[in-house]
């Protein structure tokens, strides 16, 4: 008897917070009613996406409702209310779930408020039955239970209600995926930009000014050449000088555009030299990927093909940045001493996971530094997903997913 008291308080309180939404129904009716006068009258536009959002969050909290009640999420599926107000109110209007979520909020202010008069009502007569059919027949209550249906059945109806049809679950699921290529295309040609600036900036400042530097030189050696042999060979030392800095400074830019390693060696290789050269003890792992080169030229290539397939040149060379960003930080601002490096071939998929055992605290999101945002654009442009997770006191873990067809 206690048990079935205890649960019928529960649905009671779940049919309590269904009427306070009723009344809130009642209240989004009005509003939607009369922002639809204005906005036909051209005086409110700017109210009605509002409005929908606002509805949009009752309808939220009534799903969580239904979820906590059936065990069950309730999924939703909406339009994203973004860009210019007109396109905001079209959308608005337009969006199937706007129609659903005032199906439901009418329906809702007629049986929420039922079943909560309902269970009202039962609550006396049940208690009297019950207790008189556990006190003198000793038998299970068959009264309380009732107000536990109730409870049941209104969060069945809100479920029929606010539950999308899959056209609609598809057409919200395509313009998410809209806004998220969008995104990303964005990411995509900021970044672009930012590293053709850059190969700019390096080409400009590095290797013109030596190539002009050396045209000057040479120009003076050939002046000098008959009357002073002797300065004649110091400048053209000193151009020598210049040359050989100059392709130093033009195998840095093609490094920065697609390293060459990564072609000579394969992406395994050019892993395990970034982990050689980066100052920490790293523990490099492979699966599924050449683990060794058959050899480093370029006339071993059809070996290396041969030996295990690539992933295209756009995925490898993202891996790889990605990797040498990480390194790069581990061994800058982590303090730590021990990283590793693990690159896994999955049948749609690479993923790269790089650990550092440093301190943690390194940021995510838009605000983590211009490495770890020009990584998360690398890795957008091509569809992939970047999880980084670095609590205080470490350790620092990103991981890396790129699609790729083998």
């Known amino acids: 008897m206690r048990d079935a008291i205890r649960e019928s308080g529960r649905a009671s309180l779940h049919l309590l917070s269904g009427a306070a939404i009723a009344l809130l129904c009642y209240l989004m009716v009005g509003v939607a009613l009369f922002t639809a006068f204005l906005t036909a009258t051209v005086i409110g536009a700017g109210v009605l996406p509002e409005s929908v959002l606002l509805l949009r969050r009752l309808a939220g909290w009534e799903r969580r409702r239904t979820a906590?009640?059936?065990?069950?999420?309730?999924?939703?599926?909406?339009?994203?209310?973004?860009?210019?107000?007109?396109?905001?109110?079209?959308?608005?209007?337009?969006?199937?779930?706007?129609?659903?979520?005032?199906?439901?909020?009418?329906?809702?202010?007629?049986?929420?408020?039922?079943?909560?008069f309902a269970s009202l009502v039962l609550w006396a007569p049940a208690l009297l039955v019950d207790g008189v059919v556990t006190g003198l027949a000793g038998r299970r209550p068959v009264a309380l239970p009732l107000i536990g249906r109730l409870a049941d059945?209104?969060?069945?109806?809100?479920?029929?209600?606010?539950?999308?049809?899959?056209?609609?679950?598809?057409?919200?699921?395509?313009?998410?995926?809209?806004?998220?290529?969008?995104?990303?295309?964005?990411?995509?040609?900021?970044?672009?930009?930012?590293?053709?600036?850059?190969?700019?900036?390096d080409l400009h400042d590095g290797t013109q000014a030596r190539l002009v530097a050396l045209s000057m030189r040479i120009g003076l050696a050939k002046r000098a050449y008959d009357s002073d042999p002797v300065a004649a060979r110091k400048l053209l030392d000193d151009a020598q000088t210049q040359a050989e800095e100059a392709l130093a400074e033009l195998r840095h830019?093609?490094?920065?555009?697609?390293?060459?390693?990564?072609?000579?060696?394969?992406?395994?290789?050019?892993?395990?030299?970034?982990?050689?050269?980066?100052?920490?003890?790293?523990?490099?792992?492979?699966?599924?990927?050449?683990?060794?080169?058959?050899?480093?030229?370029?006339?071993?290539?059809?070996?290396?093909?041969?030996?295990?397939?690539?992933?295209?040149?756009?995925?490898?060379?993202?891996?790889?940045?990605?990797?040498?960003?990480?390194?790069?930080?581990?061994?800058?601002?982590?303090?730590?001493?021990?990283a590793s490096v693990a690159l896994v071939r999955e049948p749609t998929a690479l993923r790269a996971r790089v650990a550092d055992e440093g301190r943690g605290g390194a940021e995510a999101g838009e605000s983590g530094g211009s490495g770890l945002l020009g990584m998360r654009r690398r890795v957008a442009a091509l569809d992939g997903t970047v999880r980084l997770t670095s609590p205080e006191g470490g350790p620092t873990v990103i991981e890396v997913e790129l699609p790729c067809v083998w």
């Open 153 to 201: 059945l209104g969060a069945e109806w809100s479920r029929a209600l606010l539950t999308p049809t899959p056209a609609a679950a598809r057409a919200a699921a395509l313009a998410a995926r809209v806004e998220e290529l969008t995104a990303t295309r964005a990411g995509a040609i900021a970044a672009h930009g930012a590293e053709l600036r850059r190969i700019e900036r």
């Open 68 to 116: 906590a009640r059936t065990g069950t999420p309730v999924p939703e599926a909406y339009l994203p209310l973004e860009g210019p107000l007109p396109a905001r109110v079209r959308t608005a209007v337009t969006d199937p779930g706007t129609g659903r979520d005032l199906v439901w909020a009418a329906a809702q202010l007629l049986y929420g408020m039922g079943v909560w």
């Open 253 to 338: 830019v093609v490094r920065g555009i697609h390293p060459p390693i990564l072609t000579d060696r394969g992406l395994s290789g050019a892993v395990r030299a970034l982990a050689a050269s980066s100052g920490l003890e790293v523990e490099v792992s492979v699966t599924g990927l050449a683990d060794h080169a058959p050899g480093d030229g370029p006339e071993h290539a059809d070996d290396r093909r041969a030996a295990a397939p690539r992933a295209p040149a756009a995925v490898e060379a993202a891996a790889y940045f990605v990797v040498a960003e990480a390194l790069t930080n581990a061994a800058k601002h982590s303090g730590a001493t021990r």
